[in-house]
């Protein structure tokens, strides 16, 4: 039987519908059908939507609604060629969004890109500036995206609001374990993009995740949401077809030796890696090394393990 998605307590006391719907279409603007996706997600059951670069069309689903805004969480980030002007990109966002105030505020990656890859103003400056907005009201919580163990230390070394999420790729084939416990020991919450690995989703037709979903009748990528859900995560998978839109916020409750085999899955052999089309050139996310990013990953995306 589906269970209703539940929603997350954030470090300031706000909360967060544990699933929301992921608005990247693969290009930046999307159009319509970002507006459509999102509309039908609300008329759905979504109560949470995450913007990647096309602002207009969630705001515009959001107004359109009918749902009063203070029942829609809508996240949406600074890019990385704005770090040097926190207030002004935060104002576009707002204005593009078309909203009185944005329920998460990102900093979507953990480097400024001005000029180059020289890292000015630093993530920490950056950081100062979004607390500064929080005093405006027009952002209730402030978050960070795509960083890994370094970065985020040195952030909360040196920040006097801690994030409320650090928002990465995660899904069974990278559970980011280290990463996960370094946030929940700072109350951190971490966000899971591309929860089903984008068009990569290689773990949907791996043996155990397809015994587990035949067990409780549902998909695999029910499955992974489920375990994404349990394990603490908030996700955020897109659909933009109604039927996988509607699976993915009907959650199972798995046993405790399902949700081992699938934080195992990992281990099996080539698992252990992104799945995202980003790892330009082989070793190279957007024009930053993986030493850069402190992603514990080589060419291509494959994590390299500890043990
Ligand atoms: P579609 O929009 O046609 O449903 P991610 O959220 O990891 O980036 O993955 C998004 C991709 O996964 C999209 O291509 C989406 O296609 C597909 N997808 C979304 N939900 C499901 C599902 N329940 N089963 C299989 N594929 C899905």
Known sequence: MATPVPYFSLNNGLKIPAIGMGCWMGDVGGGPAVEEMCANALKNGYRHLDTVRNEEHVGKAVRESGIPRNEIFVTTKLWNDCHHKVKEAFEQSLNNLGLDYIDLYLMHWPMAQIDGPEEHPTIVDTWKEMEKLLETGKVKSI????????????????????????????????????LKNLCEDNGILITAYSPLGQSNRVFLADPDMIKIAESHQVTPAQVAMSWAVQRGTVAIPKSANLERMRQNISLVTLSDKEMDLVTSLHKKPGMHRSLLAYHHDGGVVFGWTYKQLDWPMDKGGFVIDQE
Request: hydrophobic fraction near 35%.
């Open 143 to 178: 978050g960070v995206s795509n960083f890994g163990i370094k970065p985020l230390k040195r952030l909360l070394s040196q920040c006097k609001v801690v994030p409320v999420t650090n928002q990465v790729e995660s899904h069974p084939c990278l559970p980011y374990l280290e």
